[in-house]
């Protein structure tokens, strides 16, 4: 998809942050739609569907994190915080609630876009569809052809970051892959040392398929060396 056809949701208080964003994307080809509070951006997410949403967390009334959380009851676009200096809490918290990525102000033109371009490219991932048409791995079934997982026979939803995680998993079941492999795989270049990241996703995709996400069935952890799919009952 060419980015003219992409559109961003940017979300943000502070006027001097949200102007110097929508020139930049627009400059870089991208539809820019704004809201200055949490509620306008749950509204907007709700009614213009963006393809992907840069939200800032500290704002007045509701904030970041509550709107994420909502916006994560209805929409899978990608979701990139914006924190504040040395705000590791506010990183966590956010990937916790369904955010994807995080950039800390104060941050560059070449970084954001760069963050930008590699939460649409993965979005394009997940849609790729030169992968085996169905994985049945124990009771999940992962439908590569139509992007579609389910766990016991009830559909997941997961967002591209999380779908394609469990696609790169789904590919060599049984094998370890390492963090720096993951994260360079579903995040892209530069993000190899960024495991929290990682860590919040696997969580999340557990919180999804499994039964006792503390106990997995399904993603397994290999301390020191890194994930692995398969099924495997504790």
Partial sequence: MAKGHYTVLVVDDEPKYVRAIRLNLEASGYQVITAGDGQSAIEL???E???LIILDIKMPGLDGFTACARIREFSTAPIIMLTALAGEADKVKGLELGADDYL????????????VKAALRRVELAEQKNAPPVSHIGELTIDFARQRVFIR??????????????????????????????????????????TSLLWQAIHRVRQKIERDPRHPEYIHTRPGLGYVLEFSPE
Avoid: I, N
């Fill in 104 to 115: 800390t102000k104060p941050f560059s033109a070449q970084e954001l876009l760069a963050r």
């Fill in 45 to 47: 997410a709700a009614a």
């Fill in 49 to 51: 569907e963006p393809h």
């Fill in 153 to 194: 026979g009830l559909e997941v939803s997961l967002t591209p970051t999380e779908y394609r995680l469990l696609y790169e998993l789904s590919r060599q079941p049984g094998r370890v892959l390492t963090q720096e492999y993951l994260l360079e795989r579903v995040w892209g270049p530069g993000y190899e040392g960024d």
